[in-house]
């Protein structure tokens, strides 16, 4: 969206949410050469349209940014950064030679037919514009060059003016053209001053005459009750508008909160569910190591009796039994097993136990994430909501003033017909009511909200 922004003029600057993308985020994102690249495009679209300067070479078109610093004796160039191209600013095309002047430059037209009307000499060399206003037809600018004021030739040092013209009878001739130009520019003036104080007097007339008008005076009653609809009827909109989206918001919070809940007592309930499951299974195996236990013991008991001679036959006709090294191995073996049993059954509990903690953990984990995962999805539709709250609210601003300028532009034709209407009718002048001044935004604001508040 950035990197788009730098080459549509209407995508700048870029929006997110119909807020401006913060610079901060802009600069996190782009690269090095993506940066330069945005910033030359803020400058460009910055710069108000006539005033862009782009190079003139086919071959390089690169904007060139306004400058800070004038360059004495190019002040109407600009300089290319990359192909340092010169670029005349006033018709951006390549810059014209020293003493050539730019056609397309209006002011140094004008400046140059007043010279003219005024009887003023151009240097042959410079081309800067001289006025003479006391002293002789001898001129010398300050580039060094001498010439006629009269004719413009160039001055020589031996001959004079190459053209012997007579300075003091030209220059009588120019002096009494100039005090009839002047006499007739004063008497423009004054003329001018007349017809504006005539003029002044009969609009201030027609004003006052409008000011007493009943006509006026009743359309203006009409136009301010019409006023005054209008706002009621913004106001109105604005905060049924308001209302449904506080209603709106609060449903969908009320809806999001008892997804939470619901979501939550399904975690309780399946953490307790594992709880007693992991219970049960402890209590199972505790009952089957107690049954392993037993078992040994009793094999213990029957092991020793028989080492100690205790079941033997009483009938005496029967062989007696021995005990051989075998059995008291076994007998040692089985001592053994029952001083370890105790340790090996805690460890087979604490093993299960640590895949019972395990699998506890992992359950909250994934709880926690199903939470977190509705917690955004809750976020991003509350701003989903706020959005469209937004484009809603312009979209009916963008209404509103639409219909102001429409009513407003109305008010001005009913004025105007009234006045042709009442200069036809009475022959006399009438001047145009002022339109009526419209509240200010903020104003409207503060009404919209006491209607909410209402």
């Known amino acids: 969206m950035i990197n788009q922004a730098t080459t549509d003029e209407s995508k700048m600057p870029p929006r997110c949410c119909t807020q401006p993308i913060p610079t901060?985020?802009?600069?996190?994102?782009?690269?090095?050469e993506e940066q330069v690249k945005f910033l030359k495009a803020v400058v460009q679209f910055n710069t108000p349209w006539e005033a862009r300067v782009f190079c003139s070479n086919p071959a390089c078109g690169e904007f060139i940014p306004p400058r800070t610093k004038f360059d004495p004796k190019y002040p109407f160039q600009a300089v290319c950064r990359?192909?340092?191209?010169?670029?005349?600013?006033?018709?951006?095309?390549n810059a014209h030679p020293i003493g050539q002047d730019c056609p397309d430059d209006r002011e140094l037209d004008a400046v140059l037919k007043m010279g003219e009307k005024s009887g003023w000499r151009r240097c042959y060399k410079c081309r800067t514009l001289v006025e003479l206003t006391q002293g002789c037809t001898h001129m010398t600018c300050r580039c060094r060059a001498q010439f006629c004021y009269i004719c413009g030739a160039v001055w020589d040092p031996m001959v004079g003016c190459p053209n012997f013209c007579n300075g003091e009878a030209e220059m009588e001739r120019r002096r009494i053209e100039e005090?009839?130009?002047?006499?007739?520019?004063?008497a423009e003036e004054a003329a001018k001053e007349e017809v504006a104080a005539k003029e002044m007097a009969e609009r201030l007339e027609a004003e006052a005459r409008t000011r007493d008008s009943e006509e006026f005076k009743a359309l203006r009653g009409e136009q301010v009750k019409e006023l005054e609809r209008f706002r009621v009827f913004q106001r109105k909109s604005k905060w049924l508008m308001w209302t449904r989206h506080a209603h709106q918001k609060l449903a969908l919070v009320e809806k999001q909160s008892a997804a939470m809940e619901r979501m939550k007592e399904r975690h309780a309930k399946t953490s307790a569910n594992l709880e007693d499951r992991q219970v049960t299974a402890e209590m199972e195996l505790r009952s089957t190591l107690?049954?392993?236990?037993?078992?040994?013991?009793?094999?213990l008991k029957h092991m020793e009796a028989y080492c100690d001679g205790l079941g033997k036959n009483p009938d005496t006709t029967l062989p007696s039994r021995v005990v051989t090294e075998r059995d008291?191995?076994?007998?040692?073996?089985?001592?053994?097993v029952e001083r370890n049993m105790k340790?090996?059954?805690?460890?087979?509990?604490?093993?299960?136990?640590?895949?019972?903690a395990k699998a506890l953990e992992e359950l909250l984990e994934r709880q926690e994430s199903e939470m977190s995962k509705l917690t955004e999805k809750n976020r991003k539709e509350l701003e989903n909501l706020e959005s469209d709250f937004a484009d809603e609210e312009d979209a009916l601003t963008t209404t509103f003033t639409q219909r102001r300028l429409t009513l407003k532009k109305r008010w001005e034709l009913e004025m105007e017909i009234m006045r042709k209407e009442l200069e036809n009718e009475r022959g006399l002048k009438y001047a145009s009511m002022a339109?009526?001044?419209?509240?200010?935004?903020r104003e409207l604001l503060e009404d919209g909200l006491s209607a909410v508040d209402e």
Not at 24 to 32: A, F, I
Not at 82 to 93: F, G, S
Not at 290 to 299: K, M
Not at 343 to 356: C, F, G, P, S, W
């Open 343 to 356: 340790q090996l059954h805690q460890a087979k509990i604490n093993v299960m136990r640590d895949r019972q």
């Open 82 to 93: 990359r192909c340092k191209t010169r670029v005349c600013i006033m018709c951006k095309r």
């Open 328 to 336: 008291l191995r076994e007998l040692g073996q089985q001592y053994n």
């Open 24 to 32: 901060s985020t802009v600069k996190s994102v782009l690269s090095r």
């Open 435 to 441: 339109s009526l001044e419209w509240p200010h935004d």
């Open 290 to 299: 107690e049954q392993s236990e037993r078992n040994v013991r009793i094999r």
């Open 179 to 186: 005090e009839r130009r002047v006499a007739a520019l004063v």
